[in-house]
């Protein structure tokens, strides 16, 4: 009766797996010997709500603080950096801003003495809260590193 049972619920996942696998929204391939799953949203029928409660345990808003210059909400945010002392934020073209995890303008991250355009906005970053450092990816593939208070 057991194994009845095994054979019964192996029966019915892998029903319900090919059910999902016949929809002509979702394609399966290989990259680099891994499976890769792409979907053509615009054939997606069904849709439900996800709450932020079921895929993160904590979540926290943070009111970024900027004095009368600089305003973030004029820019546009490409990527957004955490860690647990510091934000990075990466607006679109620009250089990048750095603030305290309570939400508290430290400084712009730019390079010193550059004139070159490509080099005033990052790619990606790294902080390293250890040390006070940033390390800024720039466009122009340089690694940049920020030490946090140096000011120079």
Do not use: W
Not at 9 to 24: E, G, Q
Not at 67 to 94: A, C, F, H, N
Request: some cysteine; overall charge neutral.
């Amino acid at each position: 009766m057991e194994q009845l049972n095994k054979l019964i619920f192996l029966s019915l996942i892998i029903v319900c797996i090919s059910a999902c696998y016949n929809n002509s929204a979702v394609k399966t391939s290989k990259i680099n010997g891994q499976d890769f799953i792409s979907c053509n949203i615009d054939k997606i029928k069904e849709t439900f709500n996800l709450n932020l409660s079921d895929i993160a345990e904590y979540s926290e808003v943070v009111i970024l603080k900027n004095d009368s210059v600089l305003k973030v909400e004029d820019y546009q945010i490409e990527r957004v950096v955490v860690s647990d002392k510091y934000i990075v934020v990466m607006p679109r073209l620009t250089p990048a801003l750095l603030y305290t995890r309570k939400g508290k303008f430290i400084k712009k991250l730019t390079p010193f003495g550059s004139s070159n355009s490509e080099e005033l906005y990052g790619i990606h970053a790294q902080i390293d809260d250890e040390r006070d450092m940033v390390y800024l990816l720039v466009c122009g593939l340089k690694l940049l590193r920020f030490n946090v208070y140096d000011f120079n």
